[in-house]
Nanobody, 123 residues
Framework: QVQLVESGGGLVQTGGSLRLSCAASGRTRSNYVMGWFRQAPGKEREFLAYINWSGGVTTYADSVKGRFTISRDNAKNTVYLQMNSLKPEDTAVYSC????????????????WGQGTQVSVSL
């Protein structure tokens, strides 16, 4: 089992920045792919980015490319999502997830999920 705990959400003004953290514990392995997703009220869960745990391979959704950056600190078993130039439409619950060796944009391919952290962007 793997436990994931997100932190770093909050309220920010348009154009501001936030950095989300996802701390992993339990049976973490080097072949895990870590992803960030978000879900706004009334909308489906949206893929944002993923990163290969050991190799640093990254992929982004077009909606956040150039504004968001995913990174990881293997020593701390933590994955980050740096979010810049935030917009009101970025308001959502942000969750991290772990996939056992599968690179995917689909939430269904992820095996473990955190509880999520709220990000709200005001005008």
């Amino acid at each position: 089992q793997v436990q994931l705990v997100e932190s770093g959400g909050g309220l920010v003004q348009t154009g501001g920045s936030l950095r989300l953290s996802c701390a992993a514990s339990g049976r973490t392995r080097s072949n895990y792919v870590m992803g960030w997703f978000r879900q706004a009220p009334g909308k489906e869960r949206e893929f944002l980015a993923y990163i290969n745990w050991s190799g640093g391979v990254t992929t982004y959704a077009d909606s956040v490319k150039g504004r968001f950056t995913i990174s990881r600190d293997n020593a701390k078993n933590t994955v980050y999502l740096q979010m810049n130039s935030l917009k009101p439409e970025d308001t959502a619950v942000y969750s991290c997830a772990a996939s056992v060796g599968v690179f995917s944009r689909s939430p269904s391919r992820y095996d473990y999920w955190g509880q999520g952290t709220q990000v709200s962007v005001s005008l």
